[in-house]
Every structure is written in structure tokens, then in C-alpha cells.
């Protein structure tokens, strides 16, 4: 089972493991397990790629999937899991499937290995975080969707747009309605100890108690509270005793995409009441999840996370270290005006969807000059660190420079855009005018992440290296006991111990 806690980078959980109690999952894993540090080796460290990159063992410059979303010049600003075919059930506007990922899986080599006799599930809150890490044989993938209020599918694996049965019986047994509830801490001493007051400067919304009926929409804002990360886990034991899971001789894999962390870290940031108080009920229903999972049958865990995250700039400043917020609007802005006083006054920026600017069709005619007017003008905006030429990702990756080299591992050779936006240190481009944080850059807290492994076949193993977090990957299909994916790296992470043949 892989197990990804969105947004959980290793100085996050350096700041929180603390908190929880011992003998919790995660304190488990970490004391008892293998663990370690690994980083992601390229620069756009935002959700989709993560996990692509977690299940297939390669960058985004072979497995396509560079970002959340990229500019499509026919279609516009599309996620990338949106292929614009494959429907979600109950909210037949959006589309969510892993077609447009270009590299094979763990779960794609696991799926042929056995004949198909293996049961592949991803389960996730994210649509994103369901599909993309177990790739295109997945039996499922099941993931929360606002407007059909409750945990659904797509019609890529259900093609007669009907339901699993067990959905159909989960979603009657647990509605989300009933989970919209007052989230108050439960211990505001501790807290208040180890982190200091509720309110920081930079938090989306400063104190407890908060409650998702009083958002805009409830739905939505179910996905940021404890509850949905319950739900999530309930779902999971609800999909791994319909799919029979782990009780027969032949290996099944399981997928779980806890989000709650990441939509709580982007409003309140890591060292917020809030993070720790999720934290720790992610932490208990993970406990109990692998209580019930063990009780089955052998069973081995890899714990990690998607990428890392900036500390809210409020924070950074306060204690002398930089950070500040970008919107897309200034930089697209700068960006057109550097354009016209280079070029004459045109339309030659189309969009801009982090981290890629892409050009109009009269601005990829003049590409060099206009390429080469932006990477002087826009480092004069305040937190741009440099944008780069991506029409080359090839030369990128053979670059001296490391940021090129970790951007030429993001961008496949037919690049979705033009040109590769890099934030200073601490700065990032801001969801919200209203405060919280963000991920996405090439700077080391957003790349490092933990990695904890536990269970059967797991040793205790621990150093001081900063590991490749692509041998995940071959991690998990050493504990499958079949072969890594593709181009996936060859050594899983050291605490796997040989399987018998
Ligand atoms: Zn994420």
C-alpha cells in the first residue's frame, strides 16, 4: 500500500511528529520502520506530477505530466487529468482520467505480471491523486467530487456510468452531510505550547472554531476539515473488503491520497493549529486503517507525500528569513508589458498557468527575441527569481546550472509552453489574496519529502542520505515482487528485505 500525505514535506514533519501520540501510525513508521528523506529531482513540485512521479519512477520530462494544469492552445487552462472525454459520475461537467500520462506504472507492470489476477485501486479525496499513481489498468479509482457530494468515479473505469456497487452502498451509509460539522481542536493547551497562539498572520481564516456550513460553498470546503479525511480512509476499507484486497496469494495494490493536509497546509500553513490538530486525526484514522488492513493478511506500507511546501511569508519575514506572495496577474502583466516595450505593442503572451508562460501564435514567431527581452525584464518584479527559455528541455537537463537541470526534468520535449517561471526563495505564486502558502518551486522545501516504510518485508533501516524519491517506484514493486516500471531506477530504498522466490 502507498500511502501519499499531500503537502507532508520532511521539515513539515520534522516540526509535527512531536505532536502525535506514540505508538500512532506515523510515529510507528517513523521510530520502528525504514525511514528516510528522498527529494523529488525536478522543479515543478506541485500535486499531479508528484504523484505521477511516484507511480511510474520518472520525471515529468518522460511521463507527461508537468504540472496541475497547462494551457492548451485549442482547449485553454485545463488540468491535466481533464481529457475532456471521460465524465465524472454526478457531476457530468468535470472529467478525470490518467490517459494523458505517458509513462507505465507500478500498477501497470503489476497488472501483467499477475494477468490481471491483481486487484489496483487508487482512492484519494483529489481526483488527481486517485488516477495518476496507479495509471491506466487501475481496476478503480475513486475520488471525492464536490458536486455530486460524496466519493465517485469517472466513466474511464466505469464505462456504463453506474456505479460499484459497494459505492452505491458506501455513499447511502455515509453521507457528507452529516460530516459537515465544527471543527474545534482537541487539545488547545498543547497546541498553544508547541506552536503559540491560534492566530498567525498569513492564516486564510485566524482562529478556531471553523466551520464548513458557513463557507460559500460547503461541499468544497468539506475537503479542508479532518471529517473528509475519515471519510477518505472509511471509503478505502469499504473498497478493500468488495475487492476482496489482500487475502489471496496473488499481490494487490492500494492507493491512498490523504489531501485533507494539503487544502488545510495551503489556508493555515504547516506550523498552524490547524495543521497539527488535522494532522493528528489523519494520523489516528491511519491507525486504525492499518490495524484492519493488518488484521487481513501481510501487508507492507510506503508513507510519503507529493512534494513539500513554502511556511506562510508572514512567519518567514517575522523570523528574518524572506518570503512573499506572487499573483498571476501581476506576473502576466509585467509580462505583456515587457513584450510590447521589446517587440511593439501586440498580443504576444496567451497564459500563464504556474510555472509556464505560454506565448500567442505571433508571439512563438518572435520566440528568441521575446524569450531573451523576458529573461531580463522579469526578474525586476519583486520574488521573480529568473524565467527560462522551455522550448529546449534537452539543453536544460545538460545544464551546469542545478534550477536548469531541475527544470529540464519537468518539461518533456514537446513542452506545454514556452517560458519556465522561477520564485525566490520563500516566495511562491499565491492562491489567495487573503493569506496562506503554496508549493511548486525548485527550492528544497518543497522538494524533500520523508519516505516510511513498514510492514512485511520492511526492515528498520535509517541515515542521514537525501534519497531519489523516484526509487519509490521500485520500491513498491520490490514489495510487489515484480519488476520496476519502464525507466524507473534501478535499487529500491534500502529496508526492503529480499522476498522468497
Ligand atoms: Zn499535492
Redesign the pocket.
Known sequence: MLIVI??LGSWVLDQQLHLLPSGSAIRRAYEDGASHIAEFPYASTQ?AP?HASLGTGVTPAVHGIVANAVYFPERGPKKTVDDGKHAVLGNPDRFVSPTQLRAETVGDVLHQQTEGKARIVGISIKGRSAVLPVGKKANVAVFYDAVARAMTTSTYYAPRRRLPDWLRDFRKANPVEQLLQIWEPADPATLEKHLGPDASPGEMYPTFPHDPRNAPDPWYAFAGTPESSEYLMAAAYAVVKAEQMGIDDVPDFLVLGVSGT?IVGHVWGARSWEYADNLRRVDRALTHFVRLLEARGPVAFVLTA??GVAELPERARAEGRAGGRLSGTTLTLAAERAADAALGEGDWIAAYVPPLFTYTDAGKTRHKDLTKALRKAMPATEGVKAVYDARDPAKLRSSNDKIQRLIGASLPDDPPGDLYLVTEPGWFDALSEDGGTNHGTPWDYDRRVPVLMWGTAVERRTSQDVYDVLRVATTLAALLNVPPPGNAPPSPLPGVMRLPD
Open positions: 499531500d503537502q500535486t508528484g494539503d507529493d512534494h
